[in-house]
């Protein structure tokens, strides 16, 4: 299970840009990287997943280099309501660990 | 509307007197999986079940029984409920694909508290 280190947390303003980087050195030929949001007393919410390149949705982008030893999850224009706890996983098929994840807090 | 369901929502027990929280999904997932939530730790796996009949530990089980008899049910069982296993809990879902893609779809938590 490929770990991962994310920052704790991280603030910023409505209307801004958010890019969360994700490091995790040592993930497998296989494994996919994926992002999950949770807000407060919520289960966590699938954003994002990628294996190589660039992946984009209507939410988030998804960075990854070519050397896939980190990624960077970037939210667009983020308002009040973006304000939750960011979560990168990488590999673990079936047994899985969240970590503390990344606490994302947007300020009027 | 696909979703993960968990009851009850709120418990407040004492030490030592069993009980049984239900995580239920529509999706016909093979596979489930438990998660307790504790400040500062993130989510931790408990359990997971990647199919019917059968279940594997994760990184955090002792304390907890489950059972998969359905695949669409997947019980968390507390024997003897301690006060450190005051937790909010998460029951996930999913379809394991082959090209490892995998998305997981939690249910709304079961908050314990244990006195």
């Known amino acids: 299970l490929a770990k991962t280190t994310q920052p704790i947390s991280m603030d910023s303003y409505e209307g801004q840009e958010v890019n969360i980087t994700c490091s995790h050195n040592n993930i497998a030929t296989n494994d996919y990287i994926t992002w999950y949001q949770q807000f407060p007393s919520q289960g966590p919410r699938f954003i994002i997943q990628g294996y190589k390149t660039k992946v984009t949705n209507e939410v988030a982008s998804l960075f990854i280099p070519a050397d896939r030893k980190s990624s960077t999850l970037s939210l667009p224009r983020v308002s009040l309501s973006d304000t939750a706890v960011y979560y990168c996983?990488?590999?673990?098929?079936?047994?899985?660990?969240f970590g503390a994840g990344t606490t994302v807090t947007v300020r009027a | 509307e696909a979703q993960v369901t968990q009851n009850p929502r709120y418990l407040i027990t004492v030490t030592g007197k069993k009980l049984t929280v239900t995580c239920s999904q529509n999706?016909?997932?093979?596979?489930m999986s438990w998660y307790r939530q504790d400040p500062g730790l993130g989510l931790r796996q408990i359990y997971y079940?990647?199919?019917?009949?059968?279940?594997d530990k994760g990184d955090v089980p002792e304390g907890y029984k489950v059972s998969r008899k359905e695949k669409r049910n997947f019980p968390l069982i507390l024997e003897s409920p301690s006060p450190n296993q005051t937790s909010l809990y998460f029951c996930?879902?999913?379809?394991?694909?082959?090209?490892?893609?995998?998305?997981?779809?939690f249910g709304p938590g079961t908050r314990l508290t244990v006195l």
């Open positions: 999706m016909n997932h093979e596979y």
């Open positions: 996983l990488v590999g673990g098929r079936y047994k899985l660990s």
């Open positions: 996930a879902s999913m379809i394991p694909r082959s090209s490892g893609g995998d998305t997981q779809y």
């Open positions: 079940s990647m199919n019917v009949e059968v279940t």
